[in-house]
């Protein structure tokens, strides 16, 4: 799907949304078709094997649309992610909050790069010029760091203590089964900066614990 959005509009980016679509067209296709019978000179291709033929079609189809539509709604995120990199301390805010919201689509990642690497300009004393949150950072430049550093006591210490208070909340008898799932994503989350594991453990189960997590 993404390939063929690409065809259209190389400047596509869906992230992992194009994913997500993909899968629920091959789950309705699963459900809808997965017992079909063709005539016989086409039984080879009947049953589950018409899934993935049904699922490229309907994604083909998906593609030329979203070729067209996507690449106004994805403007409309870059233009809102410039804004909210321009707004100062709010924008910043505003950002995290964003940020988190986007996770499971993937989009954040969109978010990230116009904060990290276009937004902001420093000239160091070479006259080398610089842009983006990280690369003015490394080059010396004392204002960046806004759009990175408020990640790190989520990740490090706010995350982690949310894994305890689920381990806390888990009934005694199942503690330790829960206790290994919750230590592995949280010390991911400490050392890596990868929370979407521990994250994705209550975003389904419990979406305004969620809501509240990324305000």
């Not at 986007?102 to 842009?131: K, M, R, Y």
């Amino acid at each position: 799907m993404t390939k063929a959005m690409v065809t259209i509009n190389p400047e596509i980016n869906m992230g992992v949304l194009a994913g997500i679509i993909t899968g629920l067209v091959a789950g309705a296709v699963y459900n809808r078709w997965a017992g079909i019978k063709l005539p016989d000179f086409l039984s080879f291709f009947g049953g589950k094997r018409f899934v993935p033929i049904a699922t490229g079609f309907f994604c083909l189809i998906l593609a030329a649309i979203f070729g067209y539509v996507w690449p106004p709604v994805q403007h409309a995120i870059h233009s809102g992610g410039e804004w909210i990199v321009s707004a100062g301390a709010l924008g910043s805010g505003i950002f995290g909050f964003i940020n988190r919201l986007l996770i499971p689509t993937g989009l954040h990642q969109v978010l990230n790069t116009i904060a990290w690497f276009q937004i902001g300009e420093f000239t160091n004393a070479a006259g080398a010029v610089f842009h983006g949150d990280i690369n003015r950072f490394y080059a010396g430049d004392g204002t960046a760091g806004m759009f990175m550093s408020g990640f790190f006591p989520i990740m490090m210490f706010g995350l982690p203590g949310a894994a305890l208070a689920m381990y806390l909340a888990a009934p005694k008898a199942r503690r330790p089964m829960v206790g290994g799932m919750l230590l592995s994503v949280a010390i991911t989350a400490f050392l890596t900066g990868v929370t979407e594991p521990l994250e994705f453990l209550f975003m389904f189960l419990a979406p305004l614990l969620y809501l509240l997590h990324a305000c």
